[in-house]
């Protein structure tokens, strides 16, 4: 049976909560941007007379006041945005159950089964566009397809606050290949050097050969250009996926210029995952680091451990030895990132040997979960290690970064 | 047009409604609220927000919208009257 999926996604999302609050925004160029203090200055989402201006979403703050000196930035309220993303969703339930979401402003819906009781897809479609902008105040772009990949690339192609349909391949075909998920700039590269530039030319490359081009997600490229894509639209509120990996990424407030600094961030970085971790109650096999210097170049690394682990130790130590051993401060590095996969809810047997023990300590456990019970209890600064505050500086803008969920109740000093 | 904070008296009852009753002005004065007409989400186009719209109708057969939107309430009101 032919499945009816829409793909519905929010216009602007950030700028028209904002926009919504302060409707004096609605003419002049505005944007919501991150906080210029601590260099996570980019631009999040924009208005139309912004995007009129050349303000392109993920620039610099620095670069889109060079555009448009007259730009008004917006503090993010991030409790505002999933606030409206709940209640957004909470209007697809009346439609369907079969709701997935796609980020905080975007959600896939399989209507199939509620097209009989509303009548029909256009009465669905016409009535969330209207019902969104009269009773929310926010508008939509409604992609309306057989598969997700095509409703995806429908609400792409729809303007705001309107719904396309895409019925079959020839609609799509001539379509540059870089519009379609999944393809990103430098597989666009890989493609374009193959040949292959638009979407019909990409359905007609054989999987056998797209796969030699891409690696494995050739196959897959494959199968959902020529929309043959069976990936179910999961429940409303069922359970997600479990997590496939738990990282953490700081952007310091100063470049960070020497070992010790490095030490600082990966101490707090490492104790968030590891309280993330113990939460979820998984362990991870493997650690990589993620290093942007400041010129923006980034590069990572990865290390696979003998024996899986939940230490907050483990990770610091071999994100350490990754970094000691791939990288020098030629350059100062502007953000570090660790991410832990390979993640099981059981802890591995480990063979012991004459030569060699078993590195995972019950001691050290319990030290950690000693630590986060208390941070649970009285916050996130009630208890640290020494080595996160050997730079003021640094260690605030660190600690602000990596509070974990349950930590969040800090009591003021 | 802007958005207006007020204080409103309102009346829960026993089924969960909230029900509001008098709107109380800036200079303590209890405006009393004779009918609520209807209640439905609604954004506000013209001074921004979104809630709960409440059509109320005042003294005398006067029908203003009260917006109840996370916790507060406003009303719309011409500049110059504020």
Partial sequence: ?413 | MIRKYVDVICLNDKGGNVKPLFLIWDDDRKVPIKKVKEICPRASLKVGGSGLRYTCVFEPNRIRHLYYDRGKWYVEMNDHVV
Avoid at chain 1, 15 to 24: D, I, K
């Fill in chain 1, 1 to 413: 049976m032919k499945r009816t999926i829409l793909h519905c996604d929010l216009n602007c999302f950030f700028a028209s909560v904002e926009m919504l609050y302060h409707p004096e925004y609605r003419n002049i160029p505005m944007a919501v941007g991150g906080d210029r203090k601590n260099r996570h200055g980019i631009i999040l989402a924009k208005n139309v007379p912004a995007k009129e201006k050349g303000i392109k979403t993920a620039e610099t703050i620095v670069d889109a006041l060079k555009k448009c000196p007259e730009l008004i930035i917006v503090d993010p309220d991030y409790a505002s945005y999933e606030y409206f993303s709940e209640k957004v969703r909470s209007l697809y339930y009346e439609y369907t159950d079969r709701i997935e979401p796609f980020g905080i402003d975007e959600c896939w819906l399989d209507i199939t089964e509620s097209i009989s009781y509303f009548g029909s897809v256009e009465k669905i479609v016409n009535d969330l566009l209207r019902r969104v902008k009269e009773e929310i105040g926010l508008t939509l772009s409604i992609g309306v397809s057989f598969s997700k990949t095509f409703a995806k690339l429908g609400s792409d192609l729809a303007k705001e606050d309107c719904s396309y349909y895409i019925d079959s391949l020839d609609e799509i075909g001539n379509i540059p290949v870089g519009r379609f998920l999944f393809v990103g700039p430098s597989s666009v590269s890989i493609l374009n050097a193959y040949g292959i530039f638009t979407i019909r030319q990409l359905a007609d490359t054989p999987a056998e050969r797209l796969e030699k081009i891409m690696g494995k997600s050739g196959k897959t490229l494959h199968r959902y250009a020529n929309g043959i894509d069976d990936d179910c639209v999961s429940l409303f509120g069922s359970s997600y996926d479990p997590a496939k990996s738990i990282s953490n990424c700081i952007t310091s407030s100063r470049d960070l210029r020497d070992l010790d600094d490095v030490k600082i961030v990966l101490t707090a970085i490492s104790q968030n995952i590891a309280s993330r971790l113990r939460e979820s109650g998984s362990y991870y096999h493997t650690v990589h680091l993620f290093v942007r210097d400041n010129k923006l170049k980034v590069r990572t690394f990865q290390k696979r451990l003998k024996e899986n682990s939940d230490l907050g130790k483990d990770i610091y130590n071999n994100a350490l030895i990754l970094f000691e051993t791939h990288c020098d401060f030629r350059i100062p590095y502007r953000s570090i990132g660790v991410a832990v996969t390979g993640l099981s809810e059981n802890k591995d047997a480990f063979q012991t040997s004459f030569f060699e023990n078993s590195s995972y300590s019950l001691k050290e456990r319990k030290q950690e979960t000693a630590i986060m019970e208390i941070r649970r209890r009285f916050g996130r600064n009630s208890i640290d290690l020494l080595r996160a505050y050997e730079d003021d500086t640094l260690s605030k803008t660190v600690l602000k970064n990596t509070v974990s969920h349950t930590e969040r109740q800090d009591r003021p000093k």
